[in-house]
């Protein structure tokens, strides 16, 4: 597919399952992507070399910044921090 070029410079600031995804499919769509996270582009999966990453993310370097914010994948990751009382009124309502 060949890439048309938008001119954006569009910002990802987390890249986990959805801010990897919306990195490709925004590039897919010719954009310039910049990334920021915690970890470095070695230890990132779905690390892509024509992204550039930015250790110390300026927001006034990039047209529109995409925030994506961890999502726990377990109900053990979805509940670690809530007691037990406060389980029970989740919608699963399980302790």
């Known amino acids: 597919m060949k ?16 801010g990897s995804a919306a990195a490709h499919r925004l590039y897919e769509l010719g954009n310039e992507i910049y990334v920021n996270d ?4 070695q230890q990132l999966e779905n690390w892509d070399e024509n992204f550039i990453f930015r250790e110390e993310y300026d927001i006034n370097e990039t047209d529109a910044t995409f ?3 961890p999502t726990p994948s377990t109900e053990e990751e979805l509940y670690v921090n809530l007691s037990v009382d406060k389980r029970n009124h989740t919608i699963e309502g399980k302790p």
């Open 3 to 18: 890439r048309k070029r938008t001119g954006l410079k569009i910002g990802i600031i987390g890249f986990g399952v959805v």
């Open 38 to 41: 915690v970890r470095k582009p």
């Open 67 to 69: 925030i994506a914010l």
